[in-house]
């Protein structure tokens, strides 16, 4: 039974394009990428929000994602192989898991959300946020210059500032670090798709600048496994993106965070939360076929593996427990 059982697994795993000795679908398709520099990947992001908002049961509502995604964001999802539709359903995923350790944040007394890389995010518009909370928008210039044009005449839902700024500038970096700490007592730093495209010592620049600001208290950041690496490069992805390629790749995670002082508070992974959300990966038939029959061969922690692909880590830093509270009466 289990060597027709391993048989029929061999078969199915054939069919499936894109896997040894097959063709992937996007091969023959010479197209350009529309993705020319990093920064694009933004409007791919805003361009599935969009998307998102118009499903039957969508999961949230950005009712100014298409705005801000114009033109530019429907030619990248539209020029993306076949096999790329991971990425939609990931950033959705993406965008509930973040909504969520947001509130919970702010539930616990965050009063600055410091959005680095922020893109065309527009959740200072469309979550239920406090009047009172500080937001602040740091990404390149001429990305800070077009969503302003763009969503010129919307009102925020909390203070709302936004900060032209190359954030591979380690000293500009660290001075706008500074000045957000010494006006603020509890902040969120979010770096929603901005760690996987630097370079590991880069991350580790940025972890270690983050930590040196005792008010700094939360830090959210992507999570990939290395086989959702590997799934990249089968898929297409990396050759459609090789404008804007990941960089970050550590073979341990949470040790290399470990070592530059971050201690993961919680983890949701991308398959886990689908699953809650009523919403799985859309994986075509004969995928989930073989990964119905890996699943069952596999042994409880290979299956919990296999969930946990990606996703993403609210981070805390590994400091003394009364160091924030020290700090705040010395103010």
């Not at 197209?31 to 933004?42: F, G, H, K, L, P």
């Not at 979010?190 to 208290?217: H, I, K």
């Not at 086989?227 to 804007?244: D, I, Q, T, V």
């Not at 992974?269 to 038939?285: N, Q, S, V």
Request: glycine share 6%; charged share 25%; net charge positive.
């Amino acid at each position: 039974m289990k060597d027709r059982i391993h048989r029929l697994l061999a078969k199915m795993r054939s069919s499936i394009p894109g896997r040894a000795g097959t063709t992937p679908p996007s091969a023959g398709r010479q197209q350009e990428s529309e993705i020319r520099q990093v920064s694009d990947t933004a409007f791919m992001a805003a361009a599935y929000r969009a998307l998102e908002t118009r499903h039957r049961h969508a999961l949230f509502q950005d009712p100014l994602a298409a705005k801000v995604a114009g033109e530019q964001g429907e030619r990248i999802i539209g020029h993306l192989p076949r096999r790329a539709f991971l990425g939609g359903w990931s950033v959705v995923i993406r965008t509930r898991i973040i909504d969520d350790f947001i509130g919970l944040a702010v539930d616990e007394g965050v009063d600055t959300v410091l959005n680095l890389g922020a893109g065309l995010d527009t959740r200072p518009y469309r979550l239920e946020l406090p009047a009172e909370l500080r937001w602040i928008e740091v990404d390149y210039p001429h990305v800070v210059d077009l969503k302003e044009a763009r969503l010129a005449g919307e009102t925020a839902r909390c203070r709302l500032e936004r900060i032209g700024l190359d954030l591979t500038d380690t000293g500009a970096r660290r001075t706008l670090l500074k000045d957000v700490a010494a006006s603020s007592k509890k902040i969120l730093v979010l770096t929603e798709a901005v760690t996987p495209y630097l370079a590991q010592p880069a991350v580790a620049s940025l972890g270690a600048d983050l930590l040196a600001q005792t008010f700094v208290q939360y830090w959210l950041v992507d999570y990939f496994s290395p086989s959702s690496y590997e799934y990249r490069r089968r898929s297409g992805m990396s050759r459609m993106m090789k404008n804007a390629p990941f960089l970050f790749e550590p073979a341990d995670y949470f040790g290399f965070f470990s070592k530059v002082g971050w201690t993961p508070r919680e983890t949701r992974y991308f398959a886990e939360e689908g699953e809650k959300l009523r919403r799985p990966a859309p994986f075509p038939l004969p995928v989930r076929l073989v990964m119905r029959v890996m699943t069952m061969l596999a042994s409880p922690t290979r299956r919990e593996q296999m969930k946990q692909y990606a996703g993403f880590v609210l981070f805390e830093p590994a400091r003394p427990p009364g160091d924030h509270l020290k700090a705040l009466k010395s103010r």
